[in-house]
């Protein structure tokens, strides 16, 4: 199927706003958001890096949009505008299409995300995607992972490590496993995350590359330390012992939101929580001293060398 059909076919039916034009130019019309600052990012996905070859199409595009989705939460802003890149190979079917495009769309929807425009094209090898997402901060500026200052406190959303745990089950053949769709459907918390972040956040980053690595990131680029007490987060599983909560805390694909927030905001965070129903804890809290320290039960920990995922080549 010549490229400007799959774009009529399966991806123009989703653009609707007047600013993507049908898909039928090169350049897409942005919404203005009055007077609130709007924010962007890009996440790409992999066939054989970031999902397994034979993971359901509908899991992909739910978790391309998600993982987008997480990095406009952890701004304090709510999704908007989307931007599509499919490289497409040639061995896939087009009902394989036709399913990706369909589980997009509604997921989309779900976010109240428009998708403006994109490209498509022939991938030589297997399936890659790129999602470009715009957000409306509900704050007067995007929340950044640099903010944070000794003496406040460390929060963290919902649960770490169903994602490693579901990764594990498909590495054994186990797709029955009750953790599989964690791994290839991250659930994100609720969308009022992005307000509480960005009314009450002064530093915050989605958990995507390992809690613990992701934690030491944002005080390194705040220019502090952090001191986590590890029996305070949300674990998958019920691990064993120190060892299995470790490999949790630092293998990532998470998508929850950690972030810091002055003491005297601890009431109206924990009530903003408790009416949104939102599950979210205070894990930590930032230092003066640099680096980043782990108690267990009172006791210091000696971390792992790596600390979570590392991007390089």
Not at 169 to 198: F, H, K, M, N, S
Request: glycine letters at 10%; a negative charge.
């Amino acid at each position: 199927m010549p490229e400007k059909d799959w774009i009529s076919s399966y991806f123009a039916p989703l653009a609707r706003s007047s600013g993507a034009a049908g898909l039928m130019d090169d350049v897409a019309e942005l919404s203005r958001a009055g007077s609130a600052p709007v924010v962007a990012t890009v996440d790409a996905m992999v066939e054989g890096v970031h999902f397994r070859a034979d993971d359901p199409l509908g899991s992909v595009a739910r978790k391309l949009v998600r993982v987008n989705v997480s990095d406009i939460y952890s701004a304090g802003a709510l999704p908007a505008e989307a931007l599509l890149t499919l490289g497409w190979p040639q061995q896939r079917p087009e009902s394989d299409l036709a399913d990706f495009a369909k589980a997009l769309g509604d997921e989309l929807a779900v976010h109240s995300i428009q998708l403006l425009g994109g490209d498509t094209v022939r991938a030589t090898a297997g399936l890659f995607l790129s999602l470009t997402l715009t957000g409306v901060c509900q704050g007067a500026r995007p929340v950044r992972r640099m903010g944070a200052r000794p003496g406040q406190d460390v929060w963290l959303t919902g649960q770490i490590g169903a994602a490693c745990l579901g990764f594990d089950a498909l590495q054994r053949g186990d797709t029955e496993d009750r953790w599989v769709t964690a791994y290839r459907e991250p659930q994100l918390p609720i969308a009022r995350i992005a307000g509480l972040v960005g009314q009450h956040a002064s530093a915050a980053m989605d958990v995507s590359d390992g809690l613990l690595g992701d934690a030491a990131q944002m005080a390194k680029a705040s220019g502090c330390g952090i001191e986590i007490n590890l029996e305070n987060i949300s674990l998958a599983g019920n691990p064993r012992d120190l060892s299995e909560a470790l490999r949790l805390m630092t293998w990532g694909d998470d998508y929850q939101v950690l972030f810091s927030a002055e003491k005297n905001k601890r009431d109206e965070i924990l009530s903003l929580a408790a009416d949104s129903v939102m599950d979210i804890e205070i894990i930590g809290e930032m230092t003066a001293a640099p680096g980043l320290r782990a108690l267990w039960q009172g006791d210091r920990v000696n971390l792992p060398e790596t600390l979570g995922f590392e991007h390089g080549w």
